[in-house]
């Protein structure tokens, strides 16, 4: 078999039911394009010894026709995600050397179907950035044009680059605010963010817990079925996971979209953004019309508040989970001469500078004298978002947008935090109102970068999302890979 | 600095104390600067008229289920303690409290 990793999940798991090759030498095949793609920094953690002797038990069950879901399937796993025996940072200093002695639900329910980690992969620290230029081990740099030094986007910047780059065959990644879309975008990949709620939060490093979730970064529309199908579940230790029944997402693809109603938000668009991005927003369009779909202009006024709302929201909640790196129950611990000195030295040389600054911002939004002012604002105007959108739905099946106002900027190019934060313009407002959202490549720009579309459906229509999205992946026919990744 | 600014050295050293992470002085006007720039970011919600808004603290729409009140997991005191940085007959260790 010539060279093993251009196979998606659904091709590698035809192929190896055929015994075209084993397990065994495909975990071999992709430790070793781990290893040739170091210099990219994906990997902070690996678990090569682990992988190989699941493999072996892979291939044993391919032998006697027992083969799991996704048996032998090769992942990477984002650092956020608490895997057990395996250290896991959330790419922060705070956290080096914790060692989880329990497994997330998550990547519980890939292991239970036979996929194999790998390792784990660099992200922003506590997935705060956009870029992933706050992970404490450095920064992950971009398979594409990767002599250029270009972000990979964040903070899922490890898992999408490690996917690009062909160093996993898919990856987790967990998305607040743009984490699994935005660096999806940036490299060329799938990044779909299910419906709050579909995945359970149980074991997953939390940032900002009414935010938070997680999802699958993978090569194709049809892999992003398969992990979403295995990743979701109702989780009694999630009092936010939802009992709702998780389709066959990955059988039932494929549906005609003749007839739906396509919205396009007119407020989906910036000043300075790139006519690659909007003419693949046109292209996208076409695509829809060209198979039957109704293509209806909208607006969604509230947009432009989004961000504040979630840079209120979010630093809130984070300012609240980050209390517990204490020094005292795990991570690092600096010492001092009283208790409190000890917090202070801990948490000071323990937090990066993004870290620190939403804290603080957390810190002050809750304060007594501010709380109305600003947080109780910000969650009153993230209703009326939520609201915003259930209207739209009422007109419209699904909402298309860019993912992003770029494409995939140099690493070290963005100094003004503000302009750091407006990367997440587009992908934010579902974050906050808790819908579904899938990117997907549609083409290159003229510095030959991918260019991500967004999908925003309602509330646990992921199924809907992926049927969409797999039609405008066949009319792209995106096929170009990066010069960074391994072969 | 412009003459509206919200956080100055003062309010930062509160919140510093309040969040545990110490301010340094020195280093302090540019993080000062960036937190007032968001503060100034965020303020654009006044323009959105809230009046008789219900605040969002949850989108799921459904309330927070409630479980037997049984024990269903324990015995997990060599877990809990694993990762602690410093530990002593099965309790975490911290600097002296009281004098």
Same mark, same amino acid.
């Given at each position: 078999m010539s060279n093993l990793l251009q196979f998606s999940i659904s091709e590698t798991l035809s192929l190896l039911e055929k015994k075209e090759f084993?397990?065994?030498? #495909?975990?071999? @095949?992709?430790?070793?394009?781990?290893?040739?793609?170091?210099?990219?920094?994906? $990997?902070?953690?690996?678990? %090569?010894?682990?992988?190989?002797?699941?493999?072996?038990?892979?291939?044993? *069950?391919? #032998?006697n026709g027992n083969q799991r879901?996704?048996?032998?399937?090769? +992942?990477?796993?984002?650092?956020?995600?608490?895997?057990?025996?395996?250290?896991?940072?959330?790419? !922060?200093?705070?956290?080096?050397?914790?060692?989880? @002695?329990?497994?997330?639900? /998550?990547?519980?329910?890939l292991w239970k179907?036979?996929?194999i980690n790998l390792g784990k992969l660099s992200c922003d620290e506590f997935a705060m950035g !956009? !870029?992933?230029?706050?992970?404490?081990?450095?920064?992950?740099?971009?398979?594409?044009?990767?002599?250029?030094?270009?972000?990979?986007?964040?903070?899922?910047?490890?898992?999408?680059?490690?996917? =690009?780059?062909? =160093?996993? #065959?898919? =990856?987790?990644?967990?998305?607040?605010?743009?984490?699994?879309?935005?660096?999806?975008?940036?490299?060329?990949?799938?990044?779909?963010k299910p419906t709050y709620g579909r995945c359970s939060r149980w074991g997953i490093v939390a940032f900002a817990s009414s935010l938070d979730q997680a999802g699958p970064i993978t090569r194709n529309v049809s892999d992003a079925a398969l992990m979403l199908q295995v990743m979701s579940s109702y989780d009694p230790k999630d009092s936010t996971s939802s009992n709702k029944d998780v389709p066959n997402f990955y059988n039932d693809l494929g549906k005609s979209i003749k007839g739906i109603k396509i919205g396009i938000p007119e407020e989906y668009n910036s000043d300075g953004i790139s006519s690659d991005i909007l003419n693949a927003k046109d292209m996208?369009?076409?695509?829809?019309?060209?198979?039957?779909?109704?293509?209806?202009?909208?607006?969604?006024?509230?947009t432009k508040y989004s961000l504040p709302v979630y840079y209120i929201v979010a630093p809130a909640e984070a300012s609240s989970n980050l209390a517990r790196y204490d020094g005292v129950r795990y991570g690092a611990r600096i010492d001092g001469n009283?208790?409190?000195?000890?917090?202070?030295? @801990?948490?000071?040389?323990?937090?990066?500078?993004?870290?620190?600054?939403?804290?603080?911002?957390?810190?002050?939004?809750?304060?007594?004298?501010?709380?109305?002012?600003? $947080?109780?604002?910000?969650?009153? /105007?993230?209703? +009326?978002?939520? *609201?915003?959108f259930t209207e739209i739905f009422k007109q419209v099946d699904y909402l298309v947008t860019p993912t992003t106002p770029t494409?995939?900027?140099?690493?070290?190019?963005?100094?003004?935090?503000? @302009?750091? $934060?407006?990367?997440?313009?587009?992908?934010?407002?579902?974050?906050?109102?808790?819908?579904?959202?899938?990117?997907?490549?549609?083409?290159?720009?003229?510095?030959?970068?991918? /260019?991500?579309?967004?999908?925003?459906?309602?509330? %646990?229509?992921?199924?809907?999302? #992926?049927?969409?999205?797999k039609v405008i992946e066949s009319c792209a026919s995106f096929k170009d890979t990066p010069n960074g990744a391994a072969s | 600095m412009s003459n509206n600014s919200k956080i100055d050295l003062d309010t930062l050293k509160k919140l510093g104390k309040l969040s545990r992470v110490p301010i340094n002085e020195t280093g302090s006007n540019k993080l000062i600067e960036d937190l007032n720039k968001i503060i100034g970011f965020i303020e654009q919600l006044n323009e959105v008229d809230t009046e008789s808004v219900n605040p969002l603290s949850s989108v799921t729409g459904h309330n927070l289920p409630i479980r037997e009140d049984v024990v269903d997991d324990g015995n997990k005191n060599d877990d809990v303690l694993e990762n602690a940085p410093e530990k002593k007959s099965g309790y975490f260790v911290v600097p002296k409290v009281i004098e």
């Open positions: 084993s397990t065994q030498e #495909l975990v071999e @095949t992709y430790i070793n394009a781990i290893e040739k793609t170091k210099d990219l920094n994906m $990997y902070l953690t690996t678990c %090569f010894d682990q992988a190989l002797e699941k493999a072996k038990i892979s291939d044993q *069950n391919y #032998l879901f996704l048996e032998g399937i090769p +992942l990477g796993v984002k650092d956020m995600f608490c895997t057990k025996g395996i250290e896991t940072t959330a790419s !922060s200093k705070i956290l080096k050397k914790f060692i989880p @002695t329990y497994e997330s639900t /998550v990547t519980q329910n179907e036979g996929a !956009s !870029s992933n230029e706050t992970a404490a081990k450095g920064e992950v740099i971009n398979p594409w044009n990767f002599e250029e030094k270009r972000t990979p986007g964040g903070s899922s910047g490890g898992s999408a680059a490690a996917v =690009a780059a062909k =160093a996993a #065959l898919a =990856a987790t990644g967990t998305d607040t605010g743009g984490s699994i879309r935005q660096p999806a975008a940036f490299c060329g990949v799938v990044g779909l996208t369009i076409n695509f829809l019309k060209e198979n039957g779909a109704e293509i209806i202009p909208v607006k969604l006024p509230l009283s208790l409190d000195e000890m917090y202070e030295n @801990t948490r000071n040389l323990g937090f990066g500078d993004e870290v620190k600054r939403r804290i603080m911002i957390g810190t002050y939004v809750l304060s007594s004298g501010y709380y109305d002012a600003y $947080y109780l604002k910000a969650q009153k /105007v993230r209703r +009326l978002i939520k *609201n915003e494409t995939a900027f140099k690493l070290g190019s963005t100094q003004d935090l503000l @302009t750091m $934060y407006l990367n997440d313009v587009f992908t934010v407002p579902a974050s906050l109102a808790g819908i579904p959202g899938i990117s997907l490549p549609i083409k290159l720009d003229k510095n030959k970068l991918p /260019v991500g579309i967004q999908i925003l459906g309602k509330d %646990f229509d992921e199924q809907g999302l #992926l049927n969409v999205a | -």
